[in-house]
Structures are given as C-alpha cells and as structure tokens.
C-alpha cells in the first residue's frame, strides 16, 4: 500500500523517544507517532506501549512538504463497540414518549441545568404573575447591590478611593 494520508500500513518501530516512536514505513520511509497519538489512555513514557522492533499498523495522518510523516497507532486500531469513548456511554434516562411517539413538550418555564425566571430563580422569587419589568427592577437592584459591595470590599484592599500615588 503507498504512503498516502488516510492510509493504514504496517511498519516497524525503530527508535523512541521521550516525545514519541520513529516508525520504519514501506518504501525506505520514516514517520512518527507523537505520544498523544500511542493510545487512547494517558501515556506517561512511550516505553509502556511500543518497544523497538514491534511491527505495527499506523495511520497516516499528515505529510508534509518537507517530506514528514505524521502517524497514528490509536486511530489504526478498530474499536469495538464496548470501547466507545466515555462521552458516547453516557446512560441518559429516556423521555417520556406520547402514544404517537413524539417527546412531551414542557411549556411551564422549566428548563434543565440552569436558573429561570419563571420557576423560583433568584430574580424570579417564585411570584408567577410578577411582570417583566419588576423582574428587572429586582435583577438591577440586586446587580447593582452586589457591584457596590465588590467595589468596597476591592477598595479596602487598595488603601481607599482616590488615593493615587503621594510623594
């Protein structure tokens, strides 16, 4: 198989280094394996995966003009399901579904994950019928209430307001 990026070849390791291996390729070429691109775990010393003279299959990922060669063990190896990478397991409770299949749609304010101000918020304070315009208020009252007190507390620690430099 020719030396193209994409490719998969076999190759044969001919020196590591604290920052990677140097893989024999076909063809009398010569390309490395960075050591983020060893395995799919966290590799400490290159030595604990690959030692000289292993034959291996590698991923070409990159040449460039100056004739290098980038490659990659972990992108060579097939993964089988199980070894899905931990974002893609994520065990996720089901929605509930409506007889045609289709999730229920909430529409009373509530939202995963974060505050809002129709469900008891800091700014909302649970009043259901408070207007737009009293749920600001509140937000620049409190805003402006905790920017003061940041202010004073940054001001002690200075030495006070406008003080600037005295010779």
Known sequence: MSIE??????????????FGAFIN?????????HIS??????????????KEQDKIKVKILSI???????????????????????????????RPQREG???????????????????GSRFGGGSGGASFEDKLSRFLKDSDERLTDLSRKTDSKRGGRGGGRRR
């Open 5 to 18: 990026v994409g490719n998969i070849v076999e190759g044969v390791v001919s020196g590591i280094t604290n």
């Open 64 to 94: 460039d003009e100056k004739g290098k060669i980038g490659l990659s063990v972990k992108q060579a190896q097939e993964k089988k399901p199980e070894e899905q990478p931990q974002r893609e397991q994520r065990n996720f409770a089901p």
């Open 25 to 33: 390729l076909p063809e009398n070429k010569v390309g490395l394996v």
């Open 101 to 119: 299949g289709a999730p229920f749609q909430r529409n009373d304010g509530f939202r995963a994950g974060g505050n809002d101000f129709r469900r």
């Open 37 to 50: 691109e060893v395995a799919d775990v966290y590799v400490k010393d290159v030595k604990d995966f690959l």
